[in-house]
């Protein structure tokens, strides 16, 4: 039995977009990760998430771009989401989109934990991806929080008031345009995302 944590492979997919969209071809990067090139919806719908991991580092060293999971979120083709982004876009209000994502992405994505926390003055927002091959997973996890982050602008049509976002990866990189989209404080080597 494969135990191994895999996400869905739509991940591919919105990064493959993503890096047609800047005139990179995709199939190099996809195959230096084990990733079947073409990606289409007909395949496996999930992936190791160390292959992905793996891919969004490669992408972001080929492209020379840093924040790539920053880019690949805000150019995101939503008509092209999975399931889950879709069904929390579709909720009746933010705590029911975010709770339905809680309560059900792990059926879908085994490789991503997540966890809201409500409390009367602040509620915290948890990401954990989980790791075993201890895969370089920083534009990853910077994605998933960005996305996460974007989803919640979009459906409700104006910007959340977000107080901070921590990242548990260690970055040397200046925070400025993380701090800029996110519109909050940004620190890393944190105990969570």
Do not use: W
């Not at 059900?104 to 926390?117: A, F, P, Q, R, S």
């Not at 400025?176 to 969570?192: D, N």
């Amino acid at each position: 039995m494969d135990t191994e944590p895999r996400i869905s492979h739509r991940f591919a997919i919105y990064i493959h977009n993503y890096l047609l969209d800047i005139g990179v071809d995709p199939e190099p990067l996809f195959k230096s990760c084990d990733i079947n090139f073409p990606i289409t919806d007909i395949q496996d719908t999930s992936l190791p998430l160390y292959a992905i991991s793996s891919l969004m580092e490669k992408s972001a060293q080929h492209c020379n771009d840093p924040y790539i999971g920053l880019h690949i979120a805000q150019r995101l083709h939503y008509e092209s989401s999975g399931i889950m982004i879709l069904t929390m876009l579709a909720a009746p209000n933010v705590e029911e989109g975010i709770k339905s994502l809680c309560n059900y992405d792990k059926y879908v994505d085994n490789g991503i934990e997540t966890n809201l926390k409500i409390e009367p003055s602040i509620s915290t927002f948890t990401v954990k991806l989980l790791n075993p091959r201890i895969a370089e997973t920083h534009q990853l996890s910077e994605f998933l929080i960005i996305l996460f982050v974007d989803m919640l602008n979009k459906g409700t049509r104006m910007n959340m008031p977000i107080q901070e976002v921590k990242f548990s990866h260690s970055s040397s990189k200046d925070i400025t345009p993380l701090r800029e989209f996110l519109r909050a404080k940004v620190t890393y080597v944190q105990e969570e995302n």
